[in-house]
């Protein structure tokens, strides 16, 4: 795997975790977190078909499909907003359920902010995670905490910037910071680097990847970068309305639904003659 | 105490405009970074329906009448925006115009609109101690309001989705935001006058985000430029003779135009 610089290694991982209550994390953390057969339709149309999905702690499982396929639906309903609701049960090392629901920690499709909000990233923050008023003042335990938030994805250094004059991969950063401050155990993220060049893609999956085998959460991500997904997933879920292949890149890949809708680029590219 | 103090009427103006422009600076901040401009522009339009269906109804107190409209209609375009969809501007503006047109015929109906010229310029120097008390009480409400809900309203703004995936109430906290707004309008009609109402609003704050770059001084600002404007614009109105509201808009935009020149590319708080 390719680590970007600015990426956190385990180590400091891990040092960063007792400021995050540690033992809480470890003893509530489950080990899977299953979604009930989930189906969605909208009027007669069915969006999403008996979808069942087990995503794993400290694995991160790639949701790949063509537009329209129910990506975004799925994610909606996992998160709740929509008016049939995923069935989300958090199961313990030995498959039997826990009573306490998943958290979950959400990185929007292409969320932009008005670039003339005054609005600096630490208050991004405590406008989402504090009740202190933030047109009156800022505690200073309140920026200690974001600090090290944005410090687990190497983004310390933006803390006082204002949100709207970021870039599109510093943007990126801070609101998977963000996704994390409240120590979720379920990661969703929703085509997280659409507004990124390449180099800025690879960075955010190697954080993206890196935070979910360090913290051991469960990481569902929608994405269109075949090969990032192939480099970084530990499981491909190939869906269209339902699920028509799933397992590694190279069987994903492979499975004659996805040359049916990608065509063998992909597959030839990645896992052509030369590479096997 | 300088001369123009010495009137009853310009104390009473005065703390009329101590306790409201620091309302509109707080309220401005988010009508403008929601893009609610219209909104408190067709709320101020509704007014003069308001009144009309007051005096058919036989309510003696105009103003309740004129608030109890101005709820109803912010909670329908409220709701009207949130089912979307591509003619929500078309609805809205239909829904606006034709509470104007209802108000504006039942008024002359009864031959009674000359009575209520006023309400189109507003007129700060008749307003009335009682008048000041209910605009106090609608300023302690917002006061409270805006300590427990802004970095809710703030985080709902910036995204929906967002919001509510951290089980924040994102429908309720747009409809009571509506409602303040719907409510301050109304309590400072009369003396702002209908058609500067939304200027009022959104400039303070409008100029406020040239020089800001924290929420924090975006309020300061949006606060001191409000209460300048509404100084200057008291004063400048007693000797010019002007309608005080319009001048202290003038003020207001003056200021926006010499924030514009300040404003950097980008910026380090």
Known sequence: ?276 | MPELFQHDFMRLAALAIAIAMPLFALLGTMVVTNRLAFLADAIGHTTLTGIALGLLFGLGQPLLAMIGFALLFATAITWVRRRGGNSTDTVIAVFAASAVALGLVLLTLRGGLQRYAVYFTGDLLSITPGEIAILAGVAAAVAVFWLFAFNRILAVSISPTLAASRGMPVAATELLFTLLTAMVVMANIRWVGILVMSAMLIIPAAAARNVAATIRSYHRWSVAIALFSGFSGLVLSYYLRTATGPTIVLVAAACFLATLFLRPRTRVA
């Open chain 1, 1 to 276: 795997m390719n680590k970007p610089a600015g990426a956190p290694s385990s180590p400091a991982l891990s040092s960063a975790l007792p400021r995050f209550g540690r033992a809480k994390a470890r003893a509530a953390s489950p080990s899977c977190i299953r979604i009930a057969p989930l189906s969605v339709s909208a009027g007669n149309r069915l969006l999403v078909d008996q979808v069942e999905l087990h995503l794993h702690g400290g694995k991160l499982t790639a949701l790949v499909g063509p537009n329209g396929a129910g990506k975004t639906t799925l994610l909606r309903a996992i998160l709740g907003q929509l008016p049939t609701r995923a069935g989300l049960t958090c199961l313990d090392h030995q498959g039997s359920p826990l009573p306490a629901p998943p958290r979950i920690g959400f990185v929007p499709q292409n969320l932009h902010i008005d670039p003339d909000l005054p609005l600096s990233v630490v208050e991004l923050f405590a406008a989402y995670g504090c009740r202190h008023p933030i047109w009156v003042s800022l505690p200073g335990s309140q920026v200690r905490r974001v600090e090290a938030c944005l410090g687990r994805v190497g983004a310390a250094h933006l803390l006082h910037r204002r949100a709207g004059a970021l870039s599109g991969g510093e943007w990126q950063r801070v609101l998977l910071a963000l996704a994390l401050e409240n120590e979720p155990n379920l990661l969703l993220l929703d085509e997280p680097v659409s507004a990124m060049d390449a180099n800025g893609r690879k960075a955010f999956y190697g954080t993206v990847s890196g935070l979910c085998h360090g913290l051991g959460i469960s990481v569902l991500l929608v994405s269109h970068d075949f090969d990032l997904v192939a480099e970084h997933a530990d499981e491909i879920v190939l869906l269209n309305r339902s699920i028509l292949a799933r397992g590694d890149a190279r069987t994903v890949y492979g499975s004659a639904p996805f040359r049916e809708l990608f065509g063998p680029v992909w597959s030839d590219g990645l896992f052509g003659p030369g590479k096997h």
